[in-house]
Each structure stands twice: as structure tokens, then as C-alpha cells.
């Protein structure tokens, strides 16, 4: 059975996911002429036989491309080393020009056009590229020839035997950072830029695609609008939030002088202050030695100058440690871009919310931002989020959304992303098909927050590291003993005190608690973050002050309750965190393509 | 024909668009029990007969609330007015309490729910519920009912018999933005938490949220990968842009010290000058009248310490209008969050292409930042943007990705947004539904950069404003004439110098121009901005110092040409332009659920 290969648009280039797809693996495009590009992951040198067509010709000699290069050009190597990265272009030219040793007499390249885990074996004679030139690690090359039966005997069952090279992209290996193989995640974590072209990074990633098709596929399956909340706010939507600021006042210069000047005022004070002292002595002596009066009168008008100064000075220092006149500091804030203070973005809950009492059901998907100054695998600066209100809706209702969203990415996953699951098992853990399944087709465990507190407080065959008390947030190790140990499934916490939960969540009755869910799942704890919202003007106002927030900063919010309010609920869905328990992966830093933290933006 | 209604998850509440969807407009739903929720748009007080269940069985007298409240309650509006925001709740009271004049028998309600452009007639008895109370424009009402007949004449042919009202969400209608109706775009930008509550910014909405699906879609077919670009960055993506700093360094007080401690350093030294001066007399004085020597002595000792202390401050004024050292910023910078300087994203390309060169196909979709102080009616400060790379692809294939991605969605629209797009046609501009069309099924015109700028320099029936020379951009007259007035349908201009395009376009052989394109559409002028970006280490390298950019900040970049290096195209995609373009608007700021421009951030 033959198939005409579909070209892919946009490029002259075959998809290996579509070649390797095949129900028969891609053995019904043999004898076919395509473009392959890609990256290679792994060479070897083919020595004396020249390598043919037929399987199984040739006897071929394991070589790595540094052996190659090592062994071979010693004397070129270390002039290249000198001259270090402005080398590379000469060292391309040798590489071109210098006659291969003649047992060399081609390359076997597997390479990976980053669209699937399997990579195509490509068979490159020595006349078309010189072996050492195309080997390394991370080459990038463009190959034109004809796919046929594999010529070596291992689990490919095509490869690809060039004709024409169309594109080399050389790497300079001493600089390359993937030159070694199977890298730790923490050490790839420093090239942001190059991480995803590892087989392991590139499966992270192309899951992360997934995941994100299946949110915005089930949400507008169900109706849901896309609405894009602003990353620049002026409110702060959860109220006391570690932010960043955004603005365009602060230039480099400008906070550099600022600091010198600072120092500067103490240091002329205390020289002011004894040239005083010296200027009162020096008065006195004037006065004592019954001197000139001329000079007298000079000397006591500069004592006075200086004593004037000097109280101008002291002024100055007390208002620097002072707190700013709120005349000064707003005059200041009008001269930034928005004429007002703004931060990034650490929820959209209210902004959407907005749209929800006008549209129904929306939803949000993009980055949030916590300037939290710690370093943690699970925590990230920018984050990604999916936030999602529905107006006429109730607890109960945002609860089993919730509940029908997990199912339906995790499904989504473990049929869409068969092959990166299945090296991710392999290389990173090999749970991970069982917990998505897990999931997907398992039900859940309903428990207050009342309820989880006393269950906590019962146990006795665990200590934990930090005391439950009812009225404060369960911590990581508590959420991870009842989702892993007790219920090994997603457990839905309900109710929980109003202090631990956002100004907006709706009070219950009993006047303690509010109409917030959390779904904690083994492995990475807290995945969504629920609630009803506040409907009532005069109980949401009451709580905006019992929690101390500056209430004028919620008054468009408030709007909301004066005008047409309506029974808001919805959640925010920690998308990182799912890439965690989609991939195995233990960092959150790992399932971000750039990760920022504390201290960590280097692109 | 009678069809079950199919409950929508998560509310109780049907979806009217589901209603009026049907073939029938929703006749065969009729005699059915529903939950309905929604928001007044308008309202008609019923007098005299009872409603009933018969069609045009009652004589209506057209009322509105307004009027109503005003002729009935001249005496209790007049205190409440006095009262205020306060007299909310006594408002509230008194409509709830008051007995209902006689002839007022109920309410007929349009009622949206923001789901579709057509409204639900609710009609509501008084023993419901007071019609004062639910009548002004913006209500919220959640009503359970029978969907019957129109009781009414009119375009209507289903409504509802409220039979139980389930919740009221009353309005303040002295400060309830939207009490008018008709409002102009302008004025309901202010009100950007409610005017997504008036029709014709519904519609842009819903189309807005029809665009994004439709891009996904688009991409995801098409064999892309998403990936999350960072909206923190430390790369200035295209090299000096007025760009949004990132910081948790600069406080309030920090601000505005700063400013008083310069000022007052300048103030100092001209006080310690003048004071030199003197003090030098002083000396001479001292010296001429042959004073005691320890007051000379004590004298040219203070005359001394002066000295130095004016020459310490002139240093540090010196300092303050010149640049400041590199390591005094260095040390300042450290302190910061990411211990360097941030900014928001003014593009994601970089990043976006390092993706491509290890998974082939990628796209981001998100907003970028400009801190651009202008107001205009193109410019956001925060824009949304589609970018895509992609690796083994020259500027060819980016231009037809380009023209088919613009067909696809644009037909989308036209296939999935009829009832919105025949709103805005009627309401905005009645030509959007053909501009559609001729993107989706016409041709483009192609022309170099070099041929535009010939072509506009022949023009004599129209004067321009700017002169039109080779080497500037084409400003907005010169696109507009070549796109609404020569052409009528999109140009696509490619080869643009290389002074006016981005460091990372591919220089082209002639070394004067590089592999760029736009696409200009009529009405909204460059949609797209596209290019092949350069493969080449060197000549990427040499354009980088040409532009005099600060060459370490784009060093991951260059790795990128260092290491497997592969040819690149890619576009980025204006989204809030086009909604412009699809929805007739004039000013992107009412296309954008939260508009972000110079001056303006408001909640």
C-alpha cells in the first residue's frame, strides 16, 4: 500500500509525526523522495564499506564525532581552541575543505525535527557533507533524498538515504550546552533557549501544547466566551499581594543618584555640624581676644548661615525617614505613564467577573504574577492560570465544572499525546498514564474543610512539621497525606474560613465560613481554586474593610454589586501545576518554557 | 415539532442563544418550563388589564420606569436623592413595600443574557414582584417560567410567563452608567466593567472571542505547537522600544525623596558658594587688620573644609546630569527582583523562535507592551498579538501562512458570527460583512517596497502629508491609498530597507534591502507584519552592532545562530486590529475588554 506523501505547508520540509503516524509506521512512503529538516540527536561514522541501500551491508564502526575530531586533527584543535569562538568560521573551512581520512566514508545520523519523540535515521555519504562537520550533537541539517529500508539493523524500520544536503547548521561544540547527553533538568534549566531540543524537554512541551488545546476546546464546547483580562491593573484582586510594579519612571540613572544622594545628606550634616562647633569656638576666641569688630561680625554671620543650613539639612534627613507627604507622592505617581500606581496581574477573577454579569460564561487563559521572594519548585513569578466565571451559577455548579474540565483534559491527554506519555514514563516516571487515568475516569472525594481539619487533628501515625488548627490554610504536607495517602484520589475541600480565602468568596450562613473549593490531587496538591462569589453589596462591602483593603480601589468592582448584581461562581486552574502531573516532572520550572523566580530572568 | 430542552451545565439558567438558535427561532420550546437569567435591557410597565396568556389580549400603555417612579413618588425620590448612595436600601424597601398604584398590573421586560444579540421578552405580574423595581435598564433578573405565544404585538415570537421570580439584582439608577441608552464608544470606555452590558459591545465581544477560537483552530490544524512566550523579559525584543519597566524596587517614599533630595542639592552649593566667598573676605580681613593668629588660623581652617565640601558637591551634581557609573547601577539593579533590569514584552519573537528551532511549527498568542505616549486611536499600550515561527521556512512560506490564516479566519467569522456581524452592520457599518468576503475568498496584491515608494512619488490627484522618500516607513495616508483607494483589497509589501525593519530580518543580496512583508488591508492599514529572519551568525551579528544595540543582551539569541542554526520565518499577527476590521469600529480601544493606553489604567 503506497501513499502519496501530503506535503506539509509552509515549508519544503515532511513532518516526521506525520511520516512516523502511520498505522505501518511510515513503511508505505519507501521509495519516495522528501526533505527531512532537523536536529541531530545522535551520530555514528560509517567507516571503510560504503554504506548502500540493502539492509545489513555494511559492517559499520561506532565513532563518535569527538572521537573523530580529537583523534584525527589534534593539531587543528587546540590552534581552534585559542582562538576560541571567532574560530568557527575558519574551523567550518577546515571542516569543509580538509580530505576526509579515507576510511571515513559517511555519517549515520539520527535526527529529530522536534514534532514527535522518534527520530529518522538519515544516511549521509562522505561525498555529500563531511562527516565530522555534520555529527555533532544539535547539527542542524536539511537533507533531501529517498526514504527506504534501514541499511543498519536496530528499531527503525525507514530511514532516509541522502541525495542532496541542502543546509548544514554547524555547532560549536566546546560552547554548546547540550553537547553532553541526558543532562539534569536543574542544569538545563539555564538555557531556556535550547532545553526543548532534548527529547525530554520536547515532550514536556508538546504535552503543554496539548493541554492547552484541550482547555480551550472544552470550554468553548460548553459555550464559554474567551475574554482577555488585562496584565496592567491598578487593583489589586486579591487584596495585599506581593506585586510588581509597573512603570516607566525609574531610570537606571535616576535610582543610582538617588542612592548616592541619600548617603551624601548624612555625611554633610555631620561635617556641618562640627564646622559649628568649630565656628561657635572660633566666635568666642574672636569675642575673648576682644578682636576687630569687623571680623567678629563676619564670623558670627557665618555661624549663623551655617546654623540655618544645618536645620535645613536635619529637615531634610528627618523627611527621608519619615513617611513621603501623601501630596508630594501623588504629584510623583502623576507623572508615571497611567498616571497612577499599576501593578501585573496576580488574578483576572474580577475583571472577568465583570464580563460574566454581562456575557454569562467566560473564561481567561494567560500569565499571573507574584513577586514572592522564594525559591520553591512550585512556585513561579509568572505563572499561567485559567480563570473562568459564570453568571446564574452556584458553588455546586463551579464544583462539577471543575470536576468535568479535569476529566475532560486528562482524557484529552491520554489520547492526543500517546507517544510523549509513553517516553515520559519511561524516562521521568512511570505513573503518570495511571494518574491521569485517575482522573479521567475516577471519582472524587468530597470533604469539608471542618471536616479535613478534625480528620488531621485525629491522626496519629503521622507527624506533621506544622500544627492543623482550624482558621489557618492546610499546608503542603497536610494536602499531601489526605490526596496521597488517605484518598489516593482528587479530594474537593470545601468551606473553608473566611480569613484564608479572598475578600470576594461568598459567606456561608454561618457567618464563618465561605463558599470556596479547593481540588487537591496526589502528587502536586492544590489544582483549582473555586468559589461562589459575594453577590451582596453590603456584605462584600463590610468584608473589603474587616480585611483592611483600600476600598477605593474596589469601587468599580463593587459597581458590579450596585447595578444588576447577579450569583457569580468559577475557578482558577493552575495550568503549570497539571503540566507537572501530566509529565512526572518535580519542578514547576521544568514545564514553563521560561521559567521566571525569584531572581531568575535571563531572556 | 417539539424538541427537550437541553439543560446547559453548570447554572440552571437556559442559554437564550440556544432558544433562538433553533430553526424556529425557538416556537418549538413553547409550553415548556425554563429557568431564564439575564439583564433589562428595556422595559414596558403593563396598566390597566391583567396580562394574560393570549396573544394581544391586553391594551398596553407604554410606560417607562423613569417616568413611573418619578410622576408616582415625586415626594420619596426627592429624599431619597437627599439620602444618596445611602438610600440604596430604603430605595429598595420602599419598592418592595409600597402598594403598586392600581393601574399598574406588571412588567414586560427585553431581557439579554449576553449569550446572543436577541433579547427575551420576560413578562412579569406585579404579585411577581414590584415593576418599579425591575424595570430600570441594567436589572438583573432570574426568573422561572412558561415559554409561551407573544402576549404582545411585535417582532417577538416566543416570551416568557414569569411564574417565579428568583432573584432581583436592582440598579442605582442615578449613578448606574448605562441608565442612558445609546451611549457614544467614547463615553462607555470610562465605564469598561459595563459597557460589555450594551449590545453592540456584546457583539464585539462575542466576535472578539469568535476571532480567538478561530485562530487557535486555525494554527492547530495546521500542525503549531503553543507555546507560552514570558511577558517579563530583560531582551528588548526589537531594540530600543519605550518599554514598561518591571520592578518591586521603586516605593512610594523612594519616589518622591528622590526628587526633593536633587533639588536640594543644588540649593546647598549655591548657599556653600556664596558662603566661600565670604569667608575668604573674612580671611583677607583677618589677615589686613594683623588679628590674632589663632582666629586667622581658625578662619583659613574653615575657609579650607568649605572648599572641600563645595567641591565634594559639585562632583555629585556632576554626576546626577551625567550618566551614572555602571557599578553604582549595577549594585542598585542587584537589588532587585530578578536581580537585573525587567521589562514587559514588547515581542515575543526571540523567544517564539528559539521553540522553532527545536519543535518545527509554534505559535504564541498574547499581549505585548509599548509604553508609547501617544493617544491615539491605533495604539495600545497593551496590544494583543499572534506570533509564529517557523524552522525550515523561507519569507515565501511565511506570506502564504499569512494570506491563508487571514482567509480562514475571516471566513470563520462570516460562518460563525451572522447574527453579531448583521447587528453591527446595521449599527456601525453596514460594509463589514463585504470586507469580510473579500479577504476570505479574494486575491492579494503583491508589491515590492521600492515599487510602492515609485508609485506614490508618481501620484499627483492627491496631496500627502508626509513626503514619501526610499528608506522611511510608509505612514498610515501613504497605506491607506494603496490599500482603500488603488487597490481596494490587501497589498502585501515586501523587501523593505533594512533600517526600517527589526535587527533579526534577513538581509537580502542587495545589502540595502531584507526579506520583510506587511500586510495592508483597507480600513485598518498593517494587519500583519512578517520576515524571514537572518540565519546567519555573522551578518546577524554585524546588524546587531549596526544598530547599536547592546550586544549581551542578545547573546542566547546568537547562540541560536552558533548552534544548529536554521532558516526562520515567521509573522506577527495585529488581533486587535482586525477586530477593528471585522466589527467596523473606528478606535481599538473599544475592540479590548480592558483598554491599557497613555494615561489610562483604570481599574
Same mark, same amino acid.
Given at each position: 500500500?503506497?501513499?502519496?506523501?501530503?506535503?506539509?505547508?509552509?515549508?519544503k520540509?515532511?513532518? /516526521?509525526?506525520?511520516?512516523?503516524?502511520?498505522s505501518d509506521g511510515?513503511?508505505?512512503?519507501?521509495?519516495?523522495?522528501?526533505?527531512?529538516g532537523?536536529?541531530?540527536?545522535?551520530?555514528?561514522?560509517?567507516?571503510k564499506?560504503?554504506?548502500?541501500?540493502?539492509?545489513?551491508?555494511g559492517?559499520h564502526k561506532?565513532v563518535?564525532?569527538?572521537?573523530?575530531?580529537?583523534?584525527?586533527?589534534?593539531?587543528?584543535r587546540?590552534?581552534?581552541?585559542?582562538?576560541?569562538?571567532?574560530?568557527?568560521?575558519?574551523?567550518?573551512?577546515?571542516?569543509?575543505?580538509?580530505?576526509?581520512?579515507?576510511?571515513?566514508?559517511?555519517a549515520i545520523?539520527q535526527?529529530?525535527d522536534g514534532?514527535?519523540?522518534?527520530?529518522l535515521?538519515?544516511?549521509?555519504?562522505?561525498?555529500?557533507?563531511?562527516?565530522?562537520?555534520?555529527?555533532?550533537?544539535g547539527?542542524?541539517?536539511?537533507?533531501?533524498?529517498? /526514504?527506504?529500508?534501514?541499511s543498519t539493523?536496530?528499531?527503525?524500520?525507514?530511514?532516509?538515504?541522502?541525495e542532496?544536503i541542502?543546509?548544514?547548521?554547524?555547532?560549536?561544540?566546546?560552547?554548546y550546552?547540550l553537547?553532553?547527553r541526558?543532562?539534569?533538568?536543574?542544569?538545563?534549566?539555564?538555557?531556556?533557549?535550547? =532545553?526543548? =531540543?532534548?527529547?525530554?524537554?520536547?515532550?514536556?512541551?508538546?504535552?503543554r501544547?496539548?493541554?492547552?488545546?484541550?482547555?480551550?476546546?472544552?470550554? +468553548?464546547?460548553?459555550?464559554?466566551?474567551?475574554?482577555?483580562?488585562?496584565?496592567?491593573?491598578?487593583?489589586?484582586?486579591?487584596?495585599a499581594?506581593?506585586?510588581f510594579q509597573v512603570?516607566?519612571?525609574?531610570?537606571?540613572?535616576k535610582?543610582?543618584? +538617588?542612592?548616592?544622594?541619600?548617603d551624601?545628606g548624612?555625611?554633610?550634616?555631620?561635617?556641618?555640624?562640627?564646622?559649628?562647633?568649630?565656628?561657635?569656638?572660633?566666635?568666642?576666641?574672636?569675642?575673648?581676644?576682644?578682636?576687630?569688630?569687623?571680623a567678629?561680625?563676619a564670623?558670627i554671620?557665618?555661624?549663623k548661615?551655617?546654623?540655618?543650613?544645618?536645620?535645613?539639612?536635619?529637615?531634610?534627613?528627618?523627611?527621608?525617614?519619615?513617611?513621603p507627604?501623601?501630596?508630594?507622592?501623588?504629584?510623583?505617581?502623576?507623572e508615571?505613564?497611567?498616571?497612577?500606581?499599576?501593578?501585573l496581574?496576580?488574578?483576572?477573577c474580577?475583571? /472577568?467577573?465583570?464580563?460574566?454579569c454581562?456575557?454569562g460564561?467566560?473564561?481567561?487563559?494567560?500569565? =499571573?504574577?507574584?513577586a514572592?521572594?522564594?525559591?520553591?519548585?512550585?512556585?513561579?513569578s509568572?505563572?499561567?492560570?485559567?480563570e473562568?466565571?459564570m453568571?446564574?451559577?452556584?458553588?455546586?455548579?463551579a464544583?462539577?465544572?471543575?470536576?468535568d474540565?479535569?476529566?475532560?483534559i486528562?482524557?484529552w491527554?491520554l489520547?492526543?499525546?500517546?507517544e510523549?506519555?509513553?517516553?515520559?514514563?519511561?524516562?521521568?516516571?512511570?505513573?503518570?498514564?495511571?494518574?491521569?487515568?485517575?482522573?479521567?475516569?475516577?471519582?472524587v472525594?468530597?470533604?469539608?474543610y471542618?471536616e479535613?481539619?478534625?480528620?488531621?487533628?485525629?491522626?496519629t501515625?503521622?507527624?506533621?512539621?506544622?500544627?492543623?488548627?482550624?482558621?489557618?490554610?492546610?499546608s503542603?504536607?497536610?494536602?499531601?497525606?489526605?490526596?496521597?495517602?488517605?484518598?489516593?484520589?482528587p479530594?474537593?475541600?470545601y *468551606?473553608?474560613?473566611?480569613?484564608i480565602?479572598?475578600f470576594?468568596?461568598?459567606?456561608n450562613?454561618?457567618?464563618?465560613?465561605?463558599?470556596a473549593?479547593?481540588?487537591i490531587?496526589?502528587?502536586?496538591?492544590t489544582?483549582?481554586r473555586g468559589?461562589?462569589?459575594e453577590?451582596?453589596?453590603n456584605?462584600?462591602?463590610?468584608?473589603?474593610?474587616?480585611?483592611?483593603?483600600?476600598k477605593?480601589q474596589y469601587?468599580w468592582?463593587?459597581?458590579l454589586?450596585r447595578?444588576?448584581?447577579?450569583k457569580?461562581?468559577?475557578f482558577?486552574?493552575?495550568f503549570d501545576s497539571?503540566?507537572l502531573?501530566a509529565?512526572?516532572?518535580?519542578?514547576?520550572?521544568?514545564?514553563v518554557?521560561?521559567?521566571r523566580?525569584f531572581?531568575?530572568?535571563? *531572556?
Open positions: 500500500m503506497e501513499t502519496q506523501l501530503v506535503l506539509p505547508k509552509y515549508s520540509t515532511v513532518v /516526521l509525526k506525520f511520516v512516523f503516524g502511520q511510515g513503511v508505505r512512503f519507501i521509495g519516495q523522495r522528501v526533505v527531512v532537523g536536529w541531530v540527536k545522535s551520530s555514528r561514522a560509517v567507516s564499506d560504503p554504506v548502500t541501500a540493502a539492509p545489513d551491508a559492517v561506532d563518535t564525532c569527538v572521537e573523530i575530531l580529537q583523534s584525527r586533527f589534534p593539531f587543528f587546540s590552534i581552534l581552541k585559542v582562538l576560541g569562538g571567532a574560530g568557527q568560521q575558519i574551523r567550518d573551512k577546515l571542516d569543509t575543505d580538509l580530505p576526509m581520512p579515507p576510511q571515513l566514508t559517511g545520523l535526527v529529530s514534532s514527535c519523540v522518534a527520530n535515521q538519515v544516511v549521509v555519504d562522505s561525498s555529500l557533507a563531511p562527516p565530522g562537520r555534520i555529527m555533532p550533537i547539527t542542524c541539517i536539511l537533507a533531501e533524498g529517498i /526514504l527506504q529500508q534501514p539493523q536496530g528499531k527503525q524500520i525507514i530511514e532516509l538515504k541522502a542532496k541542502l543546509h548544514i547548521g554547524t555547532v560549536d561544540q566546546d560552547r550546552p553537547s553532553k541526558r543532562l539534569p533538568m536543574a542544569n538545563l534549566r539555564d538555557s531556556a533557549h535550547f =532545553r526543548q =531540543r532534548t527529547t525530554t524537554v520536547a515532550s514536556v512541551m508538546r504535552i501544547s496539548a493541554l492547552t488545546q484541550a482547555t480551550h476546546t472544552f470550554f +468553548q464546547e460548553n459555550g464559554f466566551l474567551f475574554v482577555q483580562v488585562p496584565i496592567i491593573t491598578s487593583t489589586d484582586c486579591e487584596g499581594s506581593e506585586n512603570t516607566t519612571l525609574s531610570g537606571k540613572g535610582i543610582e543618584n +538617588q542612592s548616592t544622594a541619600d551624601a548624612g555625611v554633610e550634616l555631620e561635617v556641618m555640624k562640627v564646622s559649628i562647633e568649630e565656628k561657635t569656638k572660633q566666635v568666642e576666641e574672636l569675642k575673648r581676644t576682644d578682636s576687630n569688630k569687623e567678629l561680625a564670623a554671620q557665618d555661624l548661615k551655617t546654623t540655618e543650613l544645618v536645620s535645613q539639612l536635619e529637615a531634610k534627613e528627618k523627611a527621608k525617614s519619615g513617611k507627604t501623601s501630596s508630594g507622592n501623588k504629584d510623583k505617581v502623576s508615571d505613564f497611567f498616571s497612577c500606581q499599576t501593578f496581574t496576580v488574578s483576572g474580577l475583571h /472577568l467577573e465583570s464580563y460574566a454581562a456575557l460564561k467566560v473564561y481567561s487563559f494567560g500569565p =499571573r504574577f507574584r514572592n521572594k522564594i525559591e520553591s519548585r512550585k512556585s513561579l509568572e505563572a499561567w492560570m485559567v473562568l466565571q453568571a446564574f451559577s452556584e458553588i455546586e455548579d464544583v462539577d465544572c471543575a470536576d474540565f479535569l476529566k475532560f486528562c482524557k491527554i489520547e492526543n499525546s500517546t510523549d506519555l509513553k517516553f515520559l514514563s519511561k524516562r521521568i516516571d512511570n505513573t503518570i498514564v495511571d494518574r491521569l487515568q485517575l482522573i479521567a475516569t475516577g471519582v472525594e468530597y470533604i469539608s471542618t479535613a481539619i478534625e480528620f488531621l487533628n485525629e491522626v501515625e503521622k507527624q506533621f512539621e506544622t500544627k492543623v488548627e482550624w482558621g489557618v490554610s492546610l503542603e504536607e497536610h494536602e499531601s497525606y489526605l490526596a496521597d495517602e488517605i484518598y489516593k484520589k479530594v474537593i475541600m *468551606n473553608h474560613p473566611k480569613e480565602k479572598p470576594y468568596t461568598r459567606l450562613d454561618d457567618e464563618k465560613t465561605v463558599a473549593f479547593d481540588v490531587v496526589p502528587k502536586v496538591g489544582l483549582i468559589s461562589q462569589n453577590e451582596r453589596f456584605v462584600l462591602s463590610t468584608r473589603i474593610t474587616e480585611m483592611g483593603l483600600a477605593e469601587e468592582y463593587l459597581d454589586r447595578h444588576g448584581t447577579a457569580c461562581s468559577g482558577t486552574f493552575l497539571l503540566v502531573y509529565t512526572g516532572l518535580d519542578d514547576v520550572r521544568d514545564a518554557p521560561f521559567p523566580s531572581g531568575k530572568a535571563n *531572556n
